[in-house]
């Protein structure tokens, strides 16, 4: 599956920003998704996941309350809603797609398909 990321940019701490991923090439609904991100000099890390159908999601903590992920499979779109930004948070955010169908992983190893990236930086 080919993945587009988008709606990144710069904003101040506190902020929101909503991210998109545009999925082709692949029966979107019956796949997991995810949100990763990558900080400078930092390895990558989870930051949430959905399942195929929507009705499941997890969060990293550092995450959790804050940013809501979603998916619209009419759409072949996944979503990430960030909330009360902080610098912590800046990062290049790739979204991903699970490497087998009806499964919701958080480990990155699952996923086989990934977005070229999208910065998001928080300026305090």
């Known amino acids: 599956v080919q993945l587009q990321a988008s709606g990144g940019g710069l904003v101040q701490a506190g902020g929101s920003l909503r991210l998109s991923c545009v999925a082709s090439?692949?029966?979107?609904?019956?796949?997991?998704m995810g949100w990763f991100r990558q900080a400078p000099g930092k390895e990558r890390e989870f930051v949430a996941a959905?399942?195929?159908?929507?009705?499941?999601?997890y969060y990293a903590d550092s995450v959790k309350g804050r940013f809501t992920i979603s998916r619209d499979n009419a759409k072949n779109t996944l979503y990430l809603q960030m909330t009360s930004l902080k610098p912590e948070d800046t990062a290049v955010y790739y979204c991903?797609?699970?490497?087998?169908?009806?499964?919701?992983?958080?480990?990155?190893?699952?996923?086989?398909?990934w977005g070229q990236g999208t910065q998001v930086t928080v300026s305090s």
């Open positions: 090439g692949r029966p979107f609904s019956s796949y997991g």
């Open positions: 959905i399942s195929w159908s929507g009705s499941t999601t």
């Open positions: 991903a797609a699970d490497k087998i169908t009806f499964r919701l992983s958080t480990t990155q190893s699952d996923f086989g398909s």
